[in-house]
Structure formats: C-alpha cells, structure tokens
C-alpha cells in the first residue's frame, strides 16, 4: 500500500496522483482492482449514495459505516476519510474524539477536513495526535450556506491572495496533502509549484500534482447535472437500467426464469411424494 511518503516520492518525481471516491465494498473493491494510488470516502456520499441536496446531513456515523465498507473491498489501497460538517468544529474535545472514532472504528488511515483559519488548529492538534490530514481549500461544500452556492473560488486577486496563504498555512500546520476543489487553473498551478506537499485537484486544471473525482460521477451512475470539471468515462446508468427493464420485460412474458435458472426434483421422488 502506498502512504503519505510514497505521495510526496511521487510529486517530487512528477508522477500524477490518481484518486477517486468510494463509498461501499463494491465501489472499494472496484476502484482498487483499477489501481488508483489512494481513496476518498468523500461527505459527497450524501449526495451520490444517500440522496440529499448537500453535504451538511451527513455524520461522524455515516463516515464510520461506509469507510469500514470501502476497506472491506480495497484492503490494499490508502484510504482518507472526511470529517462531516461540524464534527470538528464544536470542541476540541470532540473534534479529537470524532478523528479517533474514524481512526480507530472505521480504520481510515487519513481525515479530510475543509478550510483554513480556526481549521488550522485542529490541523496541528490531529497532525500532532499522529493523524495524517488532508486539507481541501477552494470551493469547499461543507460551507455552501456560506459561499452562497457550487461556485468557482478564487477568481480575483484579492481572493486568490488569501488561497495562496490558505494553502500555505495548511502545509505549515503539518497537512500531507491539499485538495483543491473549483479553482482557476492558473491558481492550482501556482499552489501546487508553491507547496511541498502534493495537490490534489477537482475542477483545478492539469497541474496539480494529482486528481480526484467523484465514483458516480466518472461513471455515470445515479447522476443527474454534473459540474464542468467532471469527465464521463462510463454509462453505467444506462446499462443498469437497461438490464433492469429488461429483467422486468421477461417476468411479465414469464419468460424469466427458464429452465437454466430453476432446481428440478428427480422423477423419482416425485413418484413417491405424490405417488
Ligand atoms: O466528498 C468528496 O467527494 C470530496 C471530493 C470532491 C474532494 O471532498
Ligand atoms: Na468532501
């Protein structure tokens, strides 16, 4: 399995990083059967996989249940977890205790969590109780109320500025690496040439030191409208739901199930059941 010091190995020689998101055993065991260097068990499995319009419902028991599905099915790829909204911003106590359940429950071997200024603290505090952390800057969906929508971050200079020193800070305060979700290309490059740690990029242009996506998204699985910065690489929908319709189509000519999927009893027995 490859770890936080494979990862900067990796920037340092130019090797693009490849993450994606997985939320259950099916999509753990997927993703790491096609090789990508780590997993993100996003909050966006409140969205793709449970069904709400945002990230804010989502809890520290979500978390726990569906990353101890994902290392069920990938048991050999890295795997960062996200800390819901709010689970650690209430105390310090209970930031600590939220990070030590997904730790030590789930078995994640790094949290994400999103932001800077108070954020930074609880980065030091985590990186210092041995956690790696992943810091995600730009648009960060946990705050969507506050941005005020799904917006691209970091457009003027003025915006940009506090980005850069965002990102810089969160290296200082012992990050391991940085997501950063919908930001100018020219500002991902900037930071990722700027920063020790690798860059993991979303809606960031190529120069990041590596990317993520969205599982269902890459798919095409369950989505409807997507940002700009997804590219569809399958259509899994139409494939499930034509299998569906055409399962539903041969229950209804009994045509489903045929003698190849049905368990016969011997003559015989037959004979002496009803003789
Ligand atoms: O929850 C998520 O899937 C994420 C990625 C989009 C970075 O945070
Ligand atoms: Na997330």
């Not at 065991?29 to 449970?50: F, K, P, T, W, Y």
């Not at 994902?70 to 939220?98: C, W």
């Not at 850069?164 to 391991?176: P, S």
């Not at 299998?243 to 189509?249: F, H, K, L």
Request: aromatic residues 6%; proline residues 3%.
């Amino acid at each position: 399995m490859k770890n936080t010091k494979d990862f900067l190995q990796m920037k340092q020689n130019g090797e693009a990083i490849v993450m994606v998101t997985a939320y259950d055993y099916p999509s753990g065991r997927l993703a790491e059967q096609a090789g990508v260097d780590m997993i993100l068990v996003g909050d966006s499995l409140g969205m793709v996989v449970l069904g709400y319009d945002s990230t804010i419902p989502v809890t520290v028991e979500d978390m726990i249940h569906h990353t101890k599905a994902v290392l069920r099915g990938a048991k050999d790829t890295f795997i960062v977890t996200d800390m819901p909204f709010m689970s650690y911003h209430v105390s310090k106590e209970d930031t600590m205790q939220n990070a030590r359940r997904i730790m030590q429950e789930a078995g994640a071997h790094a949290l994400k969590v999103e932001g800077a200024d108070e954020v930074l603290e609880t980065i030091r505090l985590l990186t210092h109780a041995g956690v790696p952390v992943v810091a995600h800057l730009g648009l960060t969906p946990q705050s969507v109320g506050v941005l005020g929508g799904y917006k691209v971050q970091g457009k003027d200079a003025e915006s940009a500025r506090k980005l850069l020193a965002d990102a810089k800070a969160c290296e200082e305060a012992g990050a391991v690496a940085l997501v950063l979700e919908c930001v100018p290309k020219q500002l991902g490059a900037e930071i990722s040439a700027m920063l020790q740690i690798p860059t993991i990029g979303i809606g960031a242009g190529s120069k990041t030191d590596g990317q993520v996506l969205v599982y269902h998204d890459i798919i095409t699985y369950g989505v409807g409208r997507v940002p700009k910065f997804v590219k569809s690489y399958a259509a899994v929908q139409d494939e499930i739901v034509r299998g569906i319709i055409q399962y539903r189509d041969e229950v209804k000519a009994r045509q489903f199930p045929d003698d190849a999927h049905s368990f016969t009893m011997k003559e015989e027995e037959l004979t002496a059941l009803y003789g």
